[in-house]
T-cell receptor, first 110, second 116 residues
Framework: QKEVEQDPGPLSVPEGAIVSLNCTYS??????FMWYRQYSRKGPELLMY????GNKEDGRFTAQVDKSSKYISLFIRDSQPSDSATYLC??????????FGTGTSLTVIP | GAVVSQHPSWVICKSGTSVKIECRSL??????MFWYRQFPKQSLMLMAT?????????EQGVEKDKFLINHASLTLSTLTVTSAHPEDSSFYIC????????????FGEGSRLTVL
């Protein structure tokens, strides 16, 4: 079983829609949860970083961690064409080893 | 957010030559850096973990003599692809783990290597 699973999509939504991106993970010991955005031919950009359970909001982005279900989510409100990218979830236990999802490709249609 | 500079962003070389890629954390210290390889439309593939002042830890299947990693300071790690061949052509990305209890992981912009 992989440490983290992510639906690769692709996901296509109209501009202004709410986007929900999700990952599941296997080991309850993981405590650090991250979401990255990667544009084509660029390095991943850290969007959200959360420790343990709960919600974290930053502008149009909200990250949720449900440790009881081993489920993490990223919500994008009022999605824009510039949000079109691949979104990677990442988890870590000790902070020295990171496991990445395969990425979800998102297209926001104007 | 913190900045990780990766250089060069694109390099073309002849088969048999060696190419060095640099990864610098510009505004934070990083004892640990990681090197990845990414194929088109695929996720990151961890190649090795680089720790300042010690030997890198390579993932299974990655040739350490082929991909030389040096992490000589808290802000710089280098990846040298030795005797490059066309099959080494890929997108190489580094990341730097910010020192501290809740250090965040930041990525470089990536380096596209094309071996002719």
């Amino acid at each position: 079983q992989k440490e983290v699973e992510q639906d690769p999509g692709p996901l296509s939504v109209p501009e202004g829609a709410i986007v929900s991106l999700n990952c599941t993970y296997s080991n309850s010991a993981f405590q650090y949860f991250m979401w990255y955005r990667q544009y084509s031919r660029k390095g991943p950009e850290l969007l959200m970083y959360t420790y343990s359970s709960g919600n974290k909001e930053d502008g149009r982005f909200t990250a949720q961690v449900d440790k009881s279900s081993k489920y993490i989510s990223l919500f994008i409100r009022d999605s824009q064409p510039s949000d079109s990218a691949t979104y990677l979830c990442a988890i870590s236990n000790t902070g020295n080893q990171f496991y990445f999802g395969t990425g979800t490709s998102l297209t926001v249609i104007p | 957010g913190a900045v990780v500079s990766q250089h060069p962003s694109w390099v073309i070389c002849k088969s048999g030559t060696s190419v060095k890629i640099e990864c610098r954390s510009l505004d934070f210290q990083a004892t640990t850096m990681f090197w990845y390889r990414q194929f088109p439309k695929q996720s990151l593939m961890l190649m090795a973990t680089s720790n300042e002042g010690s030997k890198a830890t390579y993932e299974q299947g990655v040739e350490k003599d082929k991909f030389l990693i040096n992490h000589a300071s808290l802000t710089l790690s280098t990846l040298t692809v030795t005797s490059a061949h066309p099959e080494d052509s890929s997108f190489y990305i580094c990341s730097a783990l910010e020192d501290g209890d809740t250090g965040e992981l930041f990525f470089g912009e990536g380096s596209r290597l094309t071996v002719l």
